[in-house]
């Protein structure tokens, strides 16, 4: 097995001077939290994959140095290239990616741009990234695809690999509803489906899965069990896995000598001072020009503290060439210039200001050094920051305050947390961190550095991957019972060996799909060829066996060479024979029963109210998936409490809630029906909770078959309804083969008419 990890960028970057290719490695926390597990996965005794790193290598790369390129990505990373022109990449990188998903995604809807073209760039890089996934894959590695870089990316893969373990992870925050639905409808239908292709997708955050979650109901109608989310074809599993660092790297770095000197040398230059330290790149979601107005009126409220106290604040250049940044640092500047000329002496600067990268001795330096960290984000995924800090402090002092924005506040909790937007919290904050006992320090970051050493980003990779083998075994148990392949064969094989055949088939949902209105679910001209030419075949029983009222039934399919169940099993027709009723029902509790469905129908636009002579249906596939989702919850609690003494039930099926008679089921129709008949094949196919009474019921040599995925007593799985229909029109094929046709539907009513027996 090889772990094959896909993302917008190599773990090095490539550059050329004079001609010639420079490589150094890639900054960033996807990076080089992800390389670290990799490079170091035997270090901790754990048995993991081999792997392969597959990206952008950061430039667009002449052919004649390309294979170079791939010989260092070989040897020194385990990596191969993706080689797109430069130009693709800027619009896809500074286009669609941070012009429109970077900004919408972390709350900035005023500064998201919606460009066609840069959204068609989008499509094209994820389809280029994975045709070279798809030309690299073996078939027995499992794929982990990373970012909002490739978001459709797992869908495209999934159509040539269909039962490859695919992961997906956003390191990003994923918006509400109410921000993701932003995105023109035709966007967001794209990115849901192509986020649905992997097998197990991951966020950092509870509140990130959720509104993933919301979002998968709103835009694709799946409603999830669990974080299982249940396709006609596949389960995805959807989970929260916070991201770690590499604690031990820090904590060892923080205690080396070369850390000593330099925290000595800077302690000399702030003698007498307390420092607060800020690291971040250049970016508006960090929150820079809010954190410099917080320390702005701290200064202002506590003169005692002027003199006593500096903030060093550390910048990292970010998208040089994009002006709204400039323009943010230039205005970054204006306010770092005010703060120091407003409060500043010639004997103290409250402020230091820094704008370049960091290398990580300076910076594990940095924040062993400092009193306070002061770390506020807008909106962030996670921010590993705040855990780099505390796993840099070996003698557990130092106070850490965090946004309630960063997803690492989670699962930071003895921090001091603030609201970013609010000038107010940051100076309570700085006046509660200054002040706090080291006792108290010590305190809460030993509880954080117990809770960040245990999930590391070893535990978290190690965590995620075993999640998607999981996964893949879930589904591979799935697909073995699927009825495919040589259980197919096998089916065919035993229907054309066979004299006396029964086919008992549910028909919403598995011979049709599922309409907004169940009127408008009338059967085509191929499905009622289908049952002529099967219940024309002497040999066959072909019951359709439905919750639909009779009427419908009697209208659509009463001239067939076919027999009918109604209603669930209050109606049963053999063919060429009137109705009856299977069980002696009364209706009087209808009365007592209508008002309640017809008060929800009045509550939930969209649904509707289906009277049925012996039951009640409330639909409402064409309301509002969310809403929908409580006033069913409600509809429930309130029929339980008005049937608990009637002699009925209530069942919840799909997209309806359905009261009828108890005892009445397709399970009692079956056997009743069956005990009529001595069948020597029997095939039973249905779609819902309706159909698990039909597949109890049924012999245990019986192929009873689940449409769509669920736990059920069936044998088999298909797809949908379209496979039923594949499957039928096997057996329908070789019927016509050895017999003569049957009549056209019209006239099938007037032959072949058996008596029952």
């Known amino acids: 097995m090889r772990l094959v990890v896909v993302s917008n960028r190599l773990p090095f970057t490539v550059s050329f001077k004079e001609g010639a290719p420079q490589f150094k490695p890639s900054a960033g926390g996807l990076t080089t939290g992800l390389w670290s597990y990799l490079d170091n996965r035997a270090l901790d005794g754990v048995d993991r994959p081999d792997f392969l790193w597959m990206g952008w290598p950061g430039a667009s790369i002449p052919e004649v140095h390309q294979a170079a390129v791939q010989s260092y990505g070989a040897q020194q990373f385990k990596s191969s290239p993706i080689f797109v022109p430069e130009e693709n990449m800027d619009r896809f990188y500074l286009g669609f990616c941070n012009k429109t998903i970077w900004p919408l995604f972390h709350y900035f809807p005023t500064l998201t741009r919606y460009d066609e073209d840069s959204w068609e760039e989008y499509r094209n890089v994820n389809r280029r990234f994975a045709d070279a996934v798809i030309e690299a894959l073996r078939p027995d590695d499992i794929l982990w695809i990373h970012d909002y870089h490739l978001m459709l990316m797992a869908k495209l893969v999934r159509e040539k690999f269909p039962e490859l373990p695919i992961g997906f992870f956003l390191h990003i925050p994923f918006p509400s509803w109410e921000i993701f639905r932003m995105l023109p409808r035709a966007w967001r239908e794209e990115i849901i489906e192509g986020l649905l292709g992997a097998s197990l997708i991951g966020f950092h955050t509870h509140d990130y899965t959720r509104d993933f979650l919301t979002s998968v109901l709103r835009t694709a109608g799946y409603e999830h069990q669990l974080g299982s989310l249940t396709l006609r074809e596949r389960v995805v599993k959807v989970d929260t896995f916070p991201m770690g660092i590499d604690f031990d790297r820090f904590a060892n770095a923080a205690q080396s000598l070369d850390t000593d000197a330099r925290v000595a040398q800077l302690r000399e230059k702030c003698i007498g001072q307390k420092v607060i330290f800020s690291v971040d790149r250049l970016d508006y979601t960090k929150g820079l020009l809010n954190r ?105 002092t130092g106070v850490l305050i965090l946004s309630e924005m960063a997803g690492a506040a989670k699962e930071m909790g003895e921090a001091i947390i603030i609201n970013p937007f609010h000038n107010g919290d940051f100076a309570r904050a700085l006046e509660q961190a200054l002040v706090m006992p080291p006792d108290e320090q010590i305190r809460r970051n030993q509880l954080l550095q117990e809770r960040l050493r245990r999930y590391n980003v070893n535990r978290w990779a190690d965590d995620f ?116 009723m299977l069980k002696a029902i009364t209706t009087d509790w209808k009365d007592r029963v209508r008002p309640i469905l017809q008060l929800y129908v009045d509550r939930l636009p969209g649904a509707l109210l289906e009277e049925k002579e012996f039951s009640l249906a409330w639909h409402y596939r064409r309301a509002d998936p969310e809403q929908a989702s409580l006033r069913t919850k409600e509809l429930v609690d309130d029929l339980a409490g008005y049937t608990r003494n009637i002699d009925v039930q209530v069942f919840e099926g799909n997209k309806v809630i359905e009261v009828r008679n108890t005892g009445v089921n397709k399970g009692t129709a079956a056997k009743e029906w069956l005990t009529s008949h001595a069948p020597d094949f029997i095939l039973g196919i249905g779609d819902d909770w309706t159909d698990e009474d039909l597949f109890r019921a049924l012999p245990p040599a019986a192929y009873s078959v689940r449409v769509g995925l669920a736990n059920t007593a069936a044998r088999y799985y298909l797809n949908n309804h379209t496979a039923v229909r594949r499957v039928l029109r096997e057996l329908s094929d070789w019927t016509r083969e050895r017999e003569p046709a049957a009549p056209p539907p019209a006239e099938a009513g007037r032959v072949n008419q058996r008596t029952p027996a």
Request: charged share 25%; proline share 5%; with cysteine.
């Open 292 to 396: 410099l107005r917080g320390y702005d009126l701290f200064l202002k409220r506590n003169p005692q503290w002027h003199g006593k106290v500096v903030f060093v604040l550390s910048v990292a250049p970010s998208r040089i060439g994009v002006s709204s940044y400039q323009d943010m640092k230039k205005e970054l500047e204006r306010i770092v210039g005010r703060i120091v000329g407003a409060y500043g002496t010639v004997h103290w600067t409250p402020l230091i200001y820094q704008y370049r990268n960091v290398g990580f001795e300076e910076i594990v330096a940095l924040y062993r050094f400092c009193d306070v960290a002061l770390i506020s984000p807008l909106r962030d995924g996670m921010n590993l920051v705040a855990k780099e800090f505390v796993a840099s402090r070996p003698d557990q």
């Open 465 to 580: 991957i075993q999640s998607m083998l999981a996964s893949q075994k879930t589904e591979a148990a799935r697909r073995a019972r699927s009825l495919t392949g040589k259980a197919q064969v096998a089916l065919i094989q035993q229907y054309r060996s066979a004299t006396h055949r029964a086919l008992l088939l549910d028909y919403d949902g598995t011979l049709v799909p599922f309409a907004e209105d169940p009127k408008l679910a009338k059967p085509d001209a191929e499905l009622l060829n289908l049952l002529s030419i099967l219940g024309g075949d002497r040999a066959n029983e072909v019951v359709i066996v439905s919750g639909r009222p009779r009427r419908d039934l009697e209208e659509w399919f009463g001239k067939l060479p076919v027999a009918l169940v109604a209603e669930h099993g209050v109606w049963l027709r053999h063919q060429g024979t009137d109705w009856r």
